[in-house]
C-alpha cells in the first residue's frame, strides 16, 4: 500500500526524528545514584562515629551504644 507522502512531508520527518535523536544523545545520561554520593561524606566526623557504631553493632560490642 503506497501513500501519497509529498518529498517535502518525508524530509520534515526524518528532520524531526533526526532532531529528537540529537537531543537524546546530548542530554547527560544518568549516572548510578550509588556513584553520585559515594564518598560525599568522607570529611564528616559524625559519618566516621555513625560506621563505629554500625560495626559495633554487627560485633555485638553494645558498650558503644551507651554512651
Known sequence: MTTNISLEERLAAVE???AQL???VA???PTNWLQQITG???DEPAFEEVL???RAIRQG???L???
Open 52 to 54: 563505629a557504631y554500625g
Open 40 to 42: 560525599s561524606f568522607k
Open 65 to 67: 551504644l551507651g554512651r
Open 22 to 24: 540529537q537531543k537524546q
Open 61 to 63: 560490642d553494645e558498650s
Open 16 to 18: 524531526a526524528a533526526i
Open 27 to 29: 542530554a547527560p545520561q
